[in-house]
C-alpha cells in the first residue's frame, strides 16, 4: 500500500498535485504470479510476473475530473456546494520486469534491494463524486465519460526491505491521460509492502 500523488513530471505543485487529498489517495498492489531466475553465478536475481494495481485518488472537495468535449478536465463547485467526497479511481494489470540483489543479514535474515520497470494496462476507471441531496442524504454519482486515461504505461520502481517487509517508490514518465485529452500529470508513489 502506498501514498499516491500527481505531479506534473517533478513539480509537485502542478494542476493535479495542487488539488490532491494525499492522506486519501492510496495504491494497493497486489502481485499474483512470480517468476525468478539467477543471473549466470551473480548474485542477481531477475523477476518477472503478474499482478494488479488498485489507485483512488481523493480531491478537495470543490473539485472533480469531468469530461467535458471528450476532454477530462477538473472542475470546481460553487462555493457553499462543495462535495462530501471525490475520487478519481482506475485499475491495470501490472507486469512487473526487474533485477533483485540482496545480502545475507545471519540469523536467517536478508537484506534486499530490486529495481527494474512495470508495464500496466488498465482495466477499468471512473470518476465519482458523493454529496448530499435535498434531504441531507449522501448520494454518490458515476460522472459519465471514457476518461481518456492511458491504455497502457509503465512505472520505474525500486523496492527494498528485511526479509518480508519492505517499502517501495514508483514513479510513471508517462502522462496519466492520452496526449491532449486531459491534464499533464505523471504518478508518483511512495509506501510499504509485504512479501510472502
Not at 490532491?20 to 489517495?25: F, H, I, K, P, T
Not at 459519465?144 to 527494498?160: A, F, K, M, S
Request: charged share 20%; with cysteine.
Amino acid at each position: 500500500m502506498g501514498f499516491a500523488n500527481l505531479p506534473n513530471g517533478l513539480d509537485f505543485d502542478g494542476e493535479l498535485a495542487s488539488i490532491v487529498n494525499l492522506s486519501r489517495s492510496l495504491q494497493y498492489n497486489l502481485n499474483l504470479i512470480e517468476g525468478s531466475w539467477r543471473i549466470g553465478n551473480s548474485n542477481f536475481t531477475g523477476i518477472t510476473g503478474m499482478g494488479i494495481q488498485f489507485n483512488a485518488i481523493h480531491w478537495q472537495k470543490n473539485k472533480a475530473i469531468e469530461v467535458v468535449d471528450y476532454k477530462s478536465v477538473v472542475t470546481t463547485t460553487e462555493p457553499g456546494n462543495e462535495y462530501r467526497d471525490t475520487r478519481l479511481h482506475y485499475t491495470y494489470l501490472t507486469f512487473p520486469f526487474l533485477i533483485e540483489t540482496n545480502w545475507d543479514l545471519g540469523r536467517r535474515s536478508h537484506f534486499f534491494v530490486n529495481a527494474g520497470v512495470v508495464a500496466k494496462v488498465k482495466t477499468a476507471s471512473s470518476s465519482k463524486v458523493w454529496a448530499n441531496n435535498e434531504n441531507g442524504k449522501k448520494v454518490k454519482t458515476k460522472l459519465p465519460g471514457e476518461l481518456n486515461i492511458r491504455p497502457v504505461t509503465l512505472d520505474l520502481l525500486l523496492q527494498g526491505g528485511v526479509d518480508d517487509l519492505g517499502f517501495f517508490a514508483s514513479y510513471s514518465p508517462c502522462n496519466l491521460f492520452r496526449n491532449n485529452k486531459g491534464p499533464e500529470a505523471n504518478q508518483a508513489t511512495i509506501g510499504v509492502q509485504f512479501y510472502f
